[in-house]
């Protein structure tokens, strides 16, 4: 069974910073798009940012400059780093993966969510 286990939530001051994870596992043939979403409570889940397998990069404007994502392949794991984190940032956010099987198909998938909260 595949999982996306994500870990390095918590409580931060405004300003702080905070450095998300997630993790693979599971038997797949390997792991496409990666990717982090929030979701604050009273509102629809967003794009935070993605990273092709290749490296490519995109982010929501709101964290642009503050956020960084990165990945290892080898590991089947991605990684947010938050920088200068504001209270708007406080939310669940959610690793998403495009999973290769071991069939070749190919399946979206999400982990349980982890909560940042960012007090003023």
């Known amino acids: 069974q595949v999982q996306l286990v994500e870990s390095g939530g918590g409580l931060v001051q405004a300003g702080g910073s905070l450095r998300l994870s997630c993790a693979v596992s599971g038997s797949i043939l390997k792991v496409g798009t990666m990717g982090w979403y929030r979701q604050a409570p009273g509102k629809q889940r967003d794009l935070v940012a993605s990273i092709t397998r290749e490296g490519r990069t995109n982010y929501a404007d709101s964290v642009k400059g503050r956020f960084t994502i990165s990945r290892e392949n080898a590991k089947n794991t991605v990684y947010l780093q938050m920088n200068s984190l504001k209270p708007e940032d406080t939310a669940v956010y959610y690793c998403?993966?495009?999973?290769?099987?071991?069939?070749?198909?190919?399946?979206?998938?999400w982990g349980k969510g982890t909560l940042v909260t960012v007090s003023s």
């Open positions: 998403n993966a495009d999973i290769v099987d071991l069939r070749a198909s190919i399946k979206s998938q």
